[in-house]
């Protein structure tokens, strides 16, 4: 690795020319070594083939140097050598430094085929099938109550169950980790009845008071997450006996069975195994089909539990590479952290593809809380029409010509998170473009949850809309409610309560549909893009099915031997 890095560094400051005559003195000095050391060096460059080392004896005298190879192979070699070593960082940076090679390239999407994927082999006369899978997000924790990222949430539901789980069907729900359930007619009180011997991956059998403390721990912490709407409205959690839960709700609310079936209301064991909310992170116990044996920064090991009430996975490992690659190395595209196979356009032949009802919804929002030109509704409507490039001026309701009087607003903030700071700078660079001043700020999703959103005029943010759609959509709305005049704020409120006691999904939806209609009637929402969630894989793969959020299942799927494929 580091003879790679040391060619690299002579390639930069003597390759702009065919060959170059040096002395000693100056080749140690590049290299930052002594004379020995720098004499072993290209001896050994020489040896590989990867320079032409014509040495002249004595003080002063210049030795010829040539070099036969590109710095786009040697670059290669030492980033599979960091990915083989799972030195990920040391990896994406060669890539990042050299991502105009087309040979580069081309290495990459060979690898990338080769290392990530489907691999088998015999150990002690057992089958032992590994799936490795990359993914752009960094994993910090999958506690339930912590976790932020869709990564995080994608990993944290094969480690953990909930007491019911979402079906293949729309608004299905079945039971998890509860095998029955009822609700007094006052729909306020839940009891929900717990399979037998339901273990945990450290061994211990799951009981009432583990799902008691899962959502205390909720009930009590004081952060701002997801879902948080639901989980504090529990009046009171108790166990009625080892196998039997009570839930009493403040009101009665129709979203909170579909809320038990998310990542967020995952049963943890009381008292966390005694490890910690952030050692927890990294090592969690659940009782889901794999249990985690290593976490860090580069890789996530998941490993295959055996008595997983629901039935063993086929798969006995996965392994969940970080492969931070963005838009500046071009694999953005390739790189779902959801792929099966990653890179579909390579060998598109030779793949079937598959996806969900999953789509990804970006959008921006405008904080008219924020006393400014934006709190004009036709100041707004100029503003979203400057987005609308394919829209002809003449087109435009009652003359608000699009980027009229761009002047009259000062600088506009857009706020976001780090993933979608390259759509922020997109759409601020549009608006500058027809005159409007744009400043983005990007924050963690932990501080977005803050003052940042109240503080800026325009927010960037994004809505999957999967089988929890609904879920979803109420803690967005309550979010937009916090930054919007008060008679707006007072119209999504009504339709949110109306919801919330509505048992019909159906009809549901037709009351939050109705806060997204006045959203955009009043210029208060302004959606960017609509794309679904992608997944491919090769025909080999069986067993491909999704859970609620669209993403694999990897306790289902399956591969056959080689040579029984037809």
Request: hydrophobic share 40%; glycine share 4%; aromatic share 8%.
């Amino acid at each position: 690795m580091k003879l790679h890095q040391q060619f690299l560094r002579l390639h930069s400051h003597y390759g702009s020319m065919p060959s170059v005559d040096m002395t000693l003195d100056e080749l140690a000095q590049v290299l930052e070594c002594t004379h020995r050391n720098a004499t072993n060096i290209v001896r050994k460059m020489s040896d590989w083939g990867w320079i032409s080392w014509d040495a002249y004896r004595g003080r002063g005298r210049r030795s010829h140097l040539r070099f036969l190879v590109q710095p786009e192979e040697i670059a290669v070699q030492s980033m599979m050598q960091a990915i083989n070593r799972k030195d990920i960082t040391r990896a994406i940076d060669q890539i990042r430094i050299h991502r105009q090679s087309s040979a580069l390239q081309g290495h990459l999407q060979d690898w990338l085929l080769t290392y990530f994927g489907h691999h088998s082999e015999i150990r002690s006369d057992r089958q032992i099938d590994t799936l490795r899978i990359p993914i752009r997000q960094q994993l910090h924790t999958v506690d339930p109550l912590y976790m932020n990222l869709l990564a995080e949430s994608f990993v944290s539901s094969h480690v953990f169950d909930g007491l019911a789980r979402r079906t293949d069907q729309r608004d299905g729900i079945v039971p998890g980790i509860a095998h029955a359930w009822e609700v007094d007619a006052a729909r306020t009180k839940w009891t929900f009845h717990l399979r037998k011997e339901v273990l945990f991956h450290h061994g211990k059998v799951m009981t009432a008071d583990d799902v008691v403390y899962t959502f205390e721990r909720l009930i009590r912490s004081s952060r701002r997450t997801l879902y948080s709407f639901i989980f504090k409205q529990i009046k009171l959690v108790s166990a009625l006996s080892p196998l039997t839960v009570s839930f009493e709700l403040e009101e009665p609310n129709e979203l909170f069975l579909p809320f038990l079936c998310t990542s967020r209301a995952a049963i943890v064991p009381k008292n966390l195994n005694h490890l910690g909310s952030q050692r927890f992170g990294k090592s969690p116990v659940g009782t889901g089909p794999f249990k985690i044996t290593e976490m860090n920064e580069g890789i996530c090991v998941l490993e295959v539990f055996s008595p997983y009430f629901q039935g063993r996975a086929h798969l006995d490992r996965v392994e969940i590479v970080h492969v931070p690659l963005d838009n500046e190395t071009g694999y953005n595209d390739n790189l779902s952290p959801f792929h099966v196979i990653p890179n579909p356009s390579t060998a598109a032949n030779t793949l079937s593809y598959i996806h969900s009802e999953t789509t990804v919804r970006k959008f921006i929002t405008c904080n008219t809380k924020k006393a400014g030109p934006l709190n004009d509704p036709t100041v707004r409507a100029r503003l979203f029409a400057c987005l609308r490039t394919e829209v002809p001026v003449s087109a435009v309701e009652d003359g608000d010509r699009p980027c009229d009087q761009p002047t009259q607003l000062t600088l506009i903030q857009i706020a976001t998170i780090p993933q979608y700071q390259q759509d922020a700078d997109a759409l601020a660079d549009k608006l500058g473009k027809s005159g409007y001043a744009c400043k983005v700020v990007s924050v963690s999703p932990e501080e977005f949850k803050g003052a940042v959103r109240l503080e800026s005029d325009l927010i960037l943010f994004s809505l999957l809309r999967d089988q929890d759609e609904q879920l979803r959509l109420f803690d967005l709305y309550l979010t937009i409610a916090e930054h919007v005049e008060p008679h707006t704020r007072t119209d999504i409120e009504l339709a949110l309560a109306a919801a919330k006691k509505e048992p019909d999904p159906r009809t549901r939806a037709i009351y939050l549909d109705k806060i997204e209609q006045v959203l955009i009637k009043e210029h208060q929402l302004y959606i960017l893009s609509e794309k679904p969630l992608p997944t491919a894989f090769l025909p080999s793969v069986r067993g491909v099915t999704f859970n609620s959020q669209g993403w694999v299942n990897l306790r289902t799927i399956w591969f056959p031997p080689k040579e029984h494929l037809i």
